[in-house]
Each structure stands twice: as C-alpha cells, then as structure tokens.
Antibody, heavy 121, light 108 residues
Framework: QLVQSGAEVKKPGESLKISCKGSGYIFSNYWIAWVRQMPGEGLEWMGIIYPGDSDTRYRPSFQGQVTISADKSISTAYLQWSSLRASDTAMYYC????????????????WGRGTLVTVSS | EIVLTQSPGTLSLSPGERATLSCRASQSVSSRYLVWYQQKPGQAPRLLIYGASSRATGIPDRFSGSGSGTDFTLTISRLEPEDFAVYYCQQYGNSPPTFGQGTKVEIK
C-alpha cells in the first residue's frame, strides 16, 4: 500500500514537503508518480521518480515549481514546494507504476489516499 | 503532448443499463497504451483496464475496453449501483502521460 501524509493548511509563500510511504513490495524497484487533482477537476500527472536510482522526470509545466525526491532506505517518496501559491490548492496523490524496473509504461495500479493541500492567506 | 477528449461529459443511466464511454486522442496512442480508471467521491482512482482491453486484477467482467489508434471505448455491460462514478482514460505511450477530463456516470 501507499500511505500519504496528512492534510496541510499553509499560507502563500510558505514551503511544504508531503510524503508517500510504500509497503508490501520492494519500493526501490517501482516508479512512483505524483498526480494533482484541483478542486472539482480532473487528474494531472506532475512527475515521477524511480527510487532505485532517483531518476526523476517532470511534466514541463511543473519543472522548477516542485521537487520530487525519494529515500529508498525508508521506502518514502516526497513532493515539495519552496514557495506555495493559492493555485497549489489541490489533492495530491502518489501512485505506483505496476511494472518493475526501468519501464516507461507509466500507468498506475496502486494509489495513496491523497494529501489535501490548502493554501490560503 | 497527447490530448485526450472524453465523451460524453455526463451519462445519465439506470442500473442494469449499458454504458458506453469514449476517449479520443489527438494523435495515435502507440501500442494501445491506454488505461481506464474509476473514481468515486472522496476516493483515489482505481485502475480498471490497461493496455486498452486487459482488465486489472479483481475487476468484474462487466467492464471491458476496446479500441486502438485514436479511438478507445470503455463499456460497462450492466450497470450496478456501485458503478456510478467518474471514469478517466489515460495514455502512457507518449511522455508526459495525459488524462482525459473524465466522464461522470450518474443515476437517471
């Protein structure tokens, strides 16, 4: 399973790091993605990391806006912001690619329950 | 990037009826690399179909996927009460992976 950190309420300009801990499988062998869902909207792929070697890819629109990282020793992936905006208010899901190794077939069979991030002054 | 357009936006049906959902891609999706997810309110998405037509583990056989190239379809043969939800398609043949905007299947 993937267990995500709890809901956050932050002010614009603040920093934030949310987490996603995997269990029940070899965490380092499977890509983990982050997916954004803004209120009442659809799903948007933000980026992905392979915990085994920290190979990370970003959707161009998120490059430089967020940082994805992982610590394979504790089976945890992270999504962080250095300066939040109100437009970052959304639910953020982590999700696992079901095929182990360096596949680029990025679809998702295991999802966390989501972390709701609210940014408001 | 590949843009996926789902139709209709909302489908109003009764339990027991057949649901047909469409997902059209702006360019050909290589190797039929398309999946379908179901999302219920307050829940994470759930994988239903991968590779355009293969059911994920534990998915009932009333769910089926078909299509290739730019046109894909999810069919629910007989709607059960638990099937009323939002359905998303996603392509993974080209980077970045992209999702459709969703089709809501609601009770008529």
């Amino acid at each position: 399973q993937l267990v995500q950190s709890g809901a956050e309420v932050k002010k614009p300009g603040e920093s934030l790091k949310i987490s996603c801990k995997g269990s029940g499988y070899i965490f380092s062998n499977y890509w983990i993605a982050w997916v954004r869902q803004m209120p009442g909207e659809g799903l948007e792929w933000m980026g992905i990391i392979y915990p085994g070697d920290s190979d990370t890819r970003y959707r161009p629109s998120f490059q430089g806006q967020v940082t994805i990282s992982a610590d394979k020793s504790i089976s945890t992936a992270y999504l962080q912001w250095s300066s939040l905006r109100a437009s970052d208010t959304a639910m953020y899901y982590c999700a696992r690619v079901p095929i182990p190794g360096g596949t680029l077939q990025w679809y998702f069979d295991l999802w966390g329950r989501g972390t709701l991030v609210t940014v408001s002054s | 990037e590949i843009v996926l357009t789902q139709s209709p936006g909302t489908l109003s049906l009764s339990p027991g009826e057949r649901a047909t959902l469409s997902c059209r891609a702006s360019q050909s999706v290589s190797s039929r690399y398309l999946v379908w997810y179901q999302q219920k309110p307050g829940q994470a998405p759930r994988l239903l179909i991968y590779g355009a037509s293969s059911r994920a583990t534990g998915i009932p056989d009333r769910f089926s996927g078909s299509g290739s190239g730019t046109d894909f379809t999810l069919t629910i043969s007989r709607l059960e009460p638990e099937d009323f939800a939002v359905y998303y398609c996603q392509q993974y043949g080209n980077s970045p992976p992209t999702f459709g905007q969703g089709t809501k299947v609601e009770i008529k």
